[in-house]
């Protein structure tokens, strides 16, 4: 009976690379516009020439990460040769309090931590048809060498292991079902009864 | 990465009289067409003038309807005066197994004796925006007598402290949008991963 929760819903994607996570979510952003923001993560790294604090990173020093880190202020975060990479939770926290959904594309590894780290993360598995097409897909990139594509198969097969982990999976045949039905989890997410009840 | 599951989907819908139920059911129906059928309910009335064994009701006489419900034969049934009313469980299984979708608009009750006749029912609950709109819709009907629109009420007060039984609560402030909601919950759940991984 009380109004629906205002409240955005945090929306996981990951999957294995070349599964097209990230063309699904630039048709998700045509369609939905501002009502979903995209998170930002933190880095160590230094900026690249025309990268903005906030807009394409948050920009920290180690000291500043390793402080948030120790305050539990990320959903998420990786270490990569030299340098820090994770997920603010007072960015997210931010975005779903202002009733805008959260999307947060990321690595198998970082969308477990994050399952871990909230009890309101949708997790949603981005998979390919069928191994098959995403090697013919990895090819058809022309950015990786044969062994390059071997290795992101090899992965590929792991990660596919652990899609029982996820709430949803979405098999990407066609960008604009999948971007559909992208759209209609978030729209049935909202209407989930522990979501109104708990908002009382 | 297997294709995701054909099987359809088994919707309960639910909710207080003067919700609205109804209407939202034509309107996805309307968009939906024929990927989704509505369940028929036996009963052990007799037909009135037009109605045909198959299309309003499955007409069973009350041995028919015994016999079928100690066979565990239907998701839920009920007593109404001296007839009985019940869904059968035979047809909802061939329409799922068709690849439809499978709306059953019930009682809550019944719904939630569907919710313990087997572990694939989605519940749906439709509540009004708040008790005062119900009431001026009840009112507006005007073929309820006073005295009938309070009980409604009473029964309405009483049925919403259970939706917490449901998986989804959709508020009818606007039939267009809550018909939208149930789309997308039909969508969202054809994508959830206990489904489509139970489907090996």
Redesign the interface.
């Known amino acids: 009976?009380e109004?629906?929760k205002k409240r955005g819903v945090l929306l996981v994607l990951s999957g294995p690379s070349g599964t097209g996570k990230g063309t699904v979510c630039a048709v998700v952003r045509d369609h939905l516009g501002d009502s979903v923001c995209y998170s930002i993560s933190a880095t160590t790294r230094q900026p690249r020439p025309g990268e903005v604090h906030g807009r394409e990173y948050f920009f920290f020093s180690k000291e500043e990460f390793a402080a948030l880190r120790e305050q539990d202020g990320f959903l998420e975060w990786a270490q990569v040769y030299d340098n820090f990479y994770g997920t603010p939770r007072k960015f997210v926290e931010e975005v779903l309090d202002s009733g805008k959904d959260c999307i947060l594309e990321i690595d198998p590894q970082g969308a477990l931590q994050v399952r871990n780290a909230t009890d309101e993360a949708v997790l949603?598995?981005i998979?390919?048809?069928?191994?098959e097409e995403l090697r013919s897909r990895l090819t058809g990139r022309g950015t990786e060498s044969e062994e390059e594509v071997e290795k992101r198969l090899g992965c590929a097969a792991a990660e596919?292991a652990y899609?029982?982990k996820?709430?949803?999976?979405?098999?990407n045949d066609d960008v604009e079902k999948a971007a559909?039905?992208m759209?209609?989890?978030l729209?049935?997410?909202?209407?989930?009864?522990v979501r109104?009840?708990s908002d009382k």
């Open positions: 009976m109004q629906q949603v598995f998979a390919p048809p069928s191994l596919l899609r029982d996820y709430d949803y999976i979405i098999v559909m039905k759209e209609a989890i729209l049935a997410e909202k209407c989930r009864s109104s009840l």
